[in-house]
Each structure stands twice: as structure tokens, then as C-alpha cells.
T-cell receptor, first 115, second 116 residues
Framework: AQSVTQLGSHVSVSEGALVLLRCNYSSSVPPYLFWYVQYPNQGLQLLLKYTSAATLVKGINGFEAEFKKSETSFHLTKPSAHMSDAAEYFCAVSGDGGATNKLIFGTGTLLAVQP | DAGVIQSPRHEVTEMGQEVTLRCKPISGHDYLFWYRQTMMRGLELLIYFNNNVPIDDSGMPEDRFSAKMPNASFSTLKIQPSEPRDSAVYFC??????????????FGPGTRLLVL
């Protein structure tokens, strides 16, 4: 069975500081991995996804993530945090080893950005 | 494209009442998913459809919950009778089939349900 683990349910950074949100996955087959963002009182929006092409994936709003098979990780980073990045971030894995795009979500990381 | 549309956005009801949540997926999308989000349990997949057919309903909590997709542009999630523990945000999402597991799911804005 596939799963993802997000370390740190709450992360706080200062504006302009590096953002690092951690995600580790477990999968018996090559995974497809996603990062979604949820702003307050809104639905989830795709930030970026890894689909077995380049291991360094660039997304919207200056975010990027690197797929590291040896570490079973897909951490999300942004060089310089902005106040507007305050939101909840979800890592997810899909596939179930088949064609379905059923997603398994992590528990989420709430990012706070301090002025 | 208008994106995934959900209605109502907010629903307040009393315990024992029937609640119906509605979803219109993005045109051309073959998959439709229903999720529930709570503080305690996070995001849970309740059920999903492919080409209007339910594929996996193992996440549906109990018989009080039912979902239908009568056509490609409409789905409902019904709770009857509702209970206070059903209070949550319910999301609908849709995606295409073509890319399989690579496809992005597009989420609606959610329905915030409060059962008193």
C-alpha cells in the first residue's frame, strides 16, 4: 500500500527565509507525487507534481520539489517566503500500482510566515 | 472553464435531517472524487466514480452516506439522517482519464457542513 508522511504539522518561517516542507513516501511501485496548497476557506490547488520525468520539479509561485528515490523523499522548497505563502500544504501519492489516479494524502503542514 | 462547482457552499442543519451536497465536474473529466476534511481525520477519500460508475466506495463511513452520478456533469452526496459528527468540509474533485495516475485532480471550493 502507498502512503506519505509529512514531518511537522506546523512550520513557521520569517518573510524572506527559506521554506522547507518535508514529505516522505512509501510505495511498492514507482510513485507519482503531488504537492497541493490550500488557502483558508478554499479548495486544494496543485503546486507541482512528479511524474517520472525530471527529478527536480518546478511549480507555481516559486516552489519546487526534488524527487529522491534513495531517500524516498519529495520535499517542497521555496528560497524566499512571502506573506502570501501562508497556507496548508499537502503531499500526496497516486497510482495504487495501476492506472487509477486515486490520491493518498498526507496529514498536511500548516505554514505560517512571520513579518 | 469555471472549474469544479459545488453547492451549497455552506449548510447548517439539525441532527436527523437529510443533507444533499452537489457537484458539477469540469467538462470532459471522467473521474469524480468526493472527499471529507476534518481537523481530527484530515482529508479522507469517500468515494470515486469513473465514467459515472462508482469504482471505490470503501471510504464511505456508513450506510447513512450515499453518492450518485446520474450523468457526466452532476453528482450528489447525500447524508440521511445527518449527525453532528458529520460536520466537516466536503470537497468534490475531478480529473481526466488519459494520463492515468499522472493526472491532476482539480478541487472545488468545498461545502462546509455543520450539523447541530
Amino acid at each position: 500500500a502507498q502512503s506519505v508522511t509529512q514531518l511537522g504539522s506546523h512550520v513557521s518561517v520569517s518573510e524572506g527565509a527559506l521554506v522547507l516542507l518535508r514529505c516522505n513516501y512509501s510505495s511498492s511501485v514507482p510513485p507519482y507525487l503531488f504537492w497541493y496548497v490550500q488557502y483558508p476557506n478554499q479548495g486544494l490547488q496543485l503546486l507541482l507534481k512528479y511524474t517520472s520525468a525530471a527529478t527536480l520539479v518546478k511549480g507555481i509561485n516559486g516552489f519546487e520539489a526534488e524527487f529522491k528515490k534513495s531517500e524516498t523523499s519529495f520535499h517542497l522548497t521555496k528560497p524566499s517566503a512571502h506573506m502570501s505563502d501562508a497556507a496548508e500544504y499537502f503531499c500526496a501519492v497516486s497510482g495504487d500500482g495501476g492506472a487509477t489516479n486515486k490520491l493518498i494524502f498526507g496529514t498536511g503542514t500548516l505554514l505560517a510566515v512571520q513579518p | 472553464d469555471a472549474g469544479v462547482i459545488q453547492s451549497p457552499r455552506h449548510e447548517v442543519t439539525e441532527m436527523g435531517q437529510e443533507v444533499t451536497l452537489r457537484c458539477k465536474p469540469i467538462s470532459g473529466h471522467d473521474y469524480l472524487f468526493w472527499y471529507r476534511q476534518t481537523m481530527m481525520r484530515g482529508l479522507e477519500l469517500l468515494i470515486y466514480f469513473n465514467n459515472n460508475v462508482p469504482i471505490d466506495d470503501s471510504g464511505m463511513p456508513e450506510d447513512r452516506f450515499s453518492a450518485k452520478m446520474p450523468n457526466a456533469s452532476f453528482s450528489t452526496l447525500k447524508i440521511q439522517p445527518s449527525e453532528p459528527r458529520d460536520s466537516a468540509v466536503y470537497f468534490c474533485a475531478s480529473s481526466r482519464t488519459s494520463g492515468g495516475a499522472r493526472e491532476t485532480q482539480y478541487f472545488g471550493p468545498g461545502t462546509r457542513l455543520l450539523v447541530l
